[in-house]
């Protein structure tokens, strides 16, 4: 909590540390208000140290200091200062042994950061900063040190003791309690460190490493959920055997293990050797988990073992460096979801929450480089810029390096900082070392933060066969740089040209043609200045220019499109990413006839070109039915919210369920078909096919539930009833619930039974909230403050405040954003109650009202006087402080 206005902290004055430990020994004996940790660490003044004659300063919060003693001898209270967030000894020998028992209080600790209880177990999370709500610590990600810790705890109550590492030790204790004691081998910064301490089962599997060498697995559950751990364990063998064959990295230790929380801050985190995760990224089976869970749970496995590596042998040298570690474990597991399922499916759905999320974050008031020039409090930065569109620019430096020579890159990258705390430099260096390509212009991705524009224009001239393409860079003001400031970017741009019967040769002036390829169709340009021009000859037809192919680069693409050339686009190119992009294209704008016509009171008419395309894809029964259902799904509310310069949350809401009726109503025939064909019985499976073949039956579901024809109400109905898993059942209910063929009281008895056949199951009920948030009937927000008082909810956890709060304030815009305010005052509200009990989580929920400057306004005034009344509050946390001083300059 703040005293004064907290600091900001930045990255120029980044100093080496003073000090380094080169051993740490811990001892906790686990009590559920008294828990006692005993510290022992083996420090040494730090040769490369900026300030050599320093006094040891030891980061420390919300501990109870018991006793301190310097090799042996035991601190007098005049030798030391205690402050709320550090310990200060102003004379250390050059090299000695530090030694503290203090004293903290799991239970009450409900911010989730350091050691706390979750139901009946004591897990901890340290990342970034939490271990020093441990202990005193240099609680820096460059200080790495050797761990022993020994836990010790009443053996009926915790007959699992974990931590990182291999168990070198355990038995009963002089107390009558039992330990455990363990030896983590590779020194590791303190945001590694985990313990975890309760009554869990686990299933168990091995591992041969390429070299032959066998792992153990375990995955921890409580009991009720070991029917839940396959998929989990599936995913984290491929992600193994993966990382083996893609970037040559095998698995150090003898044992890996993976602990299921149900209190839990985030998604999961990659501590050494002990993985703790959110059950909802860890849990899965086909009854209680949707599709889309389970491929979450495979990318999180994935993401938090490929840690191992990119983030843990080679770690950060500080928090700004944060993307070195999470953009490129993005991009790793996104390559891994690409190999296990589709490459296409999966760029579309990771562009789609790039454009939608993290777009509006780059344009908003808390934009920010993927290395940020300073933060209040780091836990604000960990974002969908740092993590996805720096996984982007990690991308970019693929396609611009090419496939093996990253590879070579990477294996650099790791030979050479193994066991070190790097920098994006460091990153940037091997990658260049290993191409040879000069990557300082590229590096600005780094460094600038906003989304660049580029606008391309062409001309075609038939007589000489050539085709002149124009691209102009710019990027748009953010907090750290105005418009006019900003350098141009090294943008790689993937494209082709597209004529009538399909992809045509490419034959750039002044450059010869690559024989080695025998893809012609594709090239990708690199566009360094502010405005460049591309010549392309041969071209015999006036071609309709397909850009950013697989979407090569994270920016805002325009070109003047024609309608008929999106649906040559859509119907045959060769990019199955660009197939879609133009289907959203030709949505998007036939969308904003209906705005235009909404607002200004016209008749509403919707283009028959978009009818016809999608007839014709639904039809077409030689498409990935998986990319049929994504090219049906019309723009989101939020992705029409991110691209409108000022939000109208109520002509977007119609005009999307205008056109969604309409198209239902138009395509009803076809619809029908499609429903019944892929409503076979078939054993369950999660193979991308029979994720494809769910996915496009709920997604027509979706549209026949719009249509006034009861039968479509029954159908939905009878999936409820007769689903066997738990994609199906959630649609029907979705369905259900948002249907106006409905009554109340049907929506009620399938909301009703749904409950009391999942009251026990913690993640179904999750969903159930979201589906409930999410519904855009008058009355939304209503309804959720009637869940919030439902004995399912419960403030204390993280899940259950995102399945209502989160989601209906950013998935629910029509009620979120009521026009008489009640909206931001209850969001108000909640983030004032959290603020006290989970600064992190207060924080994150306020996202929707810091972009208050895109609506009109009434509605500005309203949110800015939602946001002020949060500032006012006096014991603001640094997240919730960082977040909404900075949104309202
Ligand atoms: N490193 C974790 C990951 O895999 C996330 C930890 C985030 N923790 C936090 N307090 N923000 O992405
Ligand atoms: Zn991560």
Aim: some cysteine.
């Amino acid at each position: 909590m703040k005293d004064a206005q907290p600091k900001s902290i930045y990255l120029k004055d980044y100093k080496r540390p003073d000090f380094l430990i080169e051993k740490t020994e811990l001892h906790f004996t686990l009590d559920p208000s008294e828990t006692l940790v005993q510290s022992r660490l083996e420090i040494r003044r730090n040769p490369e140290a900026n300030t050599p004659a320093a006094s040891l300063v030891l980061h420390g919060q919300e501990l109870e200091l018991i006793s301190l003693s310097i090799d042996g001898h035991a601190l007098s209270s005049a030798g030391y200062d205690v402050g709320p967030e550090a310990l200060t000894i102003s004379t250390v020998p050059d090299e000695f042994v530090f030694e503290a028992v203090v004293k903290i209080n799991p239970e009450g600790n409900t911010s989730l950061e350091g050691l706390y209880k979750s139901r009946t177990m004591y897990c901890t999370q340290c990342e970034a900063e939490g271990f020093r709500k441990i202990t005193y610590y240099l609680d820096r990600p460059d200080v790495m040190s050797e761990f022993l810790t020994t836990i010790e705890a009443s053996e009926s109550d915790f007959p699992v003791l974990l931590s990182n590492g291999n168990l070198i030790a355990s038995g009963e204790a002089d107390s009558g309690k039992h330990f455990a004691t363990w030896h983590d081998p590779f020194k590791k910064p303190a945001y590694l460190f985990a313990l975890v301490a309760g009554t869990l089962d686990y299933v168990e599997d091995t591992f041969t490493t390429q070299s032959g060498r066998d792992i153990t697995l375990r995955i921890f559950v409580e009991s009720k959920d070991i029917d839940k751990c396959d998929h989990a364990m599936r995913s984290l063998k491929n992600a193994m055997r993966w990382d083996e064959e893609v970037y040559g990295l095998e698995y150090d230790l003898d044992i890996f293990m993976i602990v299921a929380v149900d209190d839990f801050n985030m998604g999961a985190m990659e501590n050494k050797g002990l993985n703790i995760f959110n059950t909802s990224c860890v849990l899965a089976k086909p009854e209680t988990t949707t599709d889309a869970g389970f491929q979450r749970v495979e990318s999180v496995v994935a993401h938090e073992y490929f840690h191992n590596w990119s983030g843990n042998r080679v770690t950060c040298r500080d928090w700004f460096q944060l993307s070195l570690k999470e953009g490129f474990t993005v991009f790793r597991d996104s390559q891994f979801s690409a190999d296990m399922n589709s490459q296409t499916v999966k760029r579309v759905e990771d562009v789609s929450v790039l454009r939608t999320l993290q777009f509006a974050e780059d344009g908003g008031p808390m934009a920010h480089p993927v290395r940020p020039p300073s933060f209040i409090e780091i836990s604000n930065f960990y974002t969908l810029t740092v993590y996805e569109k720096g996984s982007e620019v990690v991308g970019m430096i693929h396609t611009l390096l090419g496939a093996e020579n990253f590879r070579t890159g990477s294996d650099l990258y790791f030979s050479r900082h193994d066991g070190e705390a790097a920098t994006i430099e460091d990153f940037v260096a091997a990658m260049e070392e290993a191409s040879g390509r000069d990557l300082a212009q590229f590096t600005r991705w780094y460094s600038q933060a906003g989304t660049p524009r580029v606008v391309a224009s062409d001309t075609y001239n038939e007589d000489s066969g050539t085709y002149t393409l124009t691209l102009a860079q710019s990027c748009p003001t953010t907090p750290e740089a105005k418009a006019e400031e900003k350098l141009p970017f090294h943008i790689p741009i993937a494209m082709g040209l597209l004529g009538d019967a399909g992809n045509l040769p490419i034959q750039l002036q002044g450059q010869p043609a690559d024989p080695d390829t025998d893809d012609n169709t594709n090239i990708v340009l690199e566009l360094t200045e502010p405005e460049q021009t591309f010549v392309f000859e041969g071209v015999t037809e006036k071609p309709t220019p397909v850009l950013l192919r697989g979407f090569s680069a994270p920016v805002k693409l325009h070109y003047d499109y024609s309608r008929e050339q999106l649906t040559a686009i859509m119907s045959r190119d060769s990019d199955g990413f660009s197939r879609w992009d133009a289907c959203q294209k030709l949505a998007v704008a036939v969308l904003e006839d209906v705005m235009q016509a909404y607002r200004g009171d016209q008749a509403y008419r919707v283009d028959p070109l978009l009818v016809a395309a999608y007839r014709a894809i639904l039809i077409d029964t030689s498409l990935d039915k998986a990319m049929v259902a994504l090219m049906l799904q019309l723009p989101t509310e939020a992705y029409l919210s991110e691209i409108a310069t000022e939000i109208d949350v109520e002509a977007i809401h119609f005009a999307r369920q205008y056109v969604r009726k309409h198209l239902a109503a138009a395509l009803s025939a076809q619809l029908e078909a499609v429903y019944q064909a892929s409503n076979e019985v078939v054993p369950f499976s999660v193979s991308a096919s029979a994720i494809a073949s769910r996915s496009l039956k709920n997604t027509v579901l979706s549209y026949l539930i719009c249509t006034d024809t009861d039968e479509n109400l029954q159908l939905a109905q009878q999936q409820l009833a007769n689903a066997t898993n738990m994609t199906d059942e959630l649609s029907g209910l979705t369905a259900i619930i948002n249907s106006e063929l409905a009554t109340d009281a049907q929506r009620k008895t399938a909301l009703d039974e749904f409950y009391q056949r999942w009251s026990a199951e913690a993640l179904v009920v999750n969903q159930w909230l979201v589906a409930q948030a999410n519904v855009a009937r008058e009355g939304g927000l209503e309804r959720v403050m009637d869940l919030i008082q439902h004995e399912a909810f419960d403030i204390k956890n993280p899940n259950k405040v995102r399945s209502v709060i989160g989601a209906f304030c950013s998935g629910n815009p029509v009620n979120f954003h009521r026009q008489d305010g009640a909206g931001y005052e209850f969001l108000a509200d909640q983030i004032l109650v959290l603020n006290k009990l989970n600064p992190q989580i207060a924080s994150r929920l306020l996202t929707p009202l810091t972009k208050w400057r895109k609506y009109d306004k009434g509605r500005q005034t309203l949110m800015c006087n939602a946001l002020q009344r949060v500032l006012a509050e006096p014991a603001l946390s640094k997240d919730v402080y960082e977040v909404v001083s900075k949104s309202l300059k």
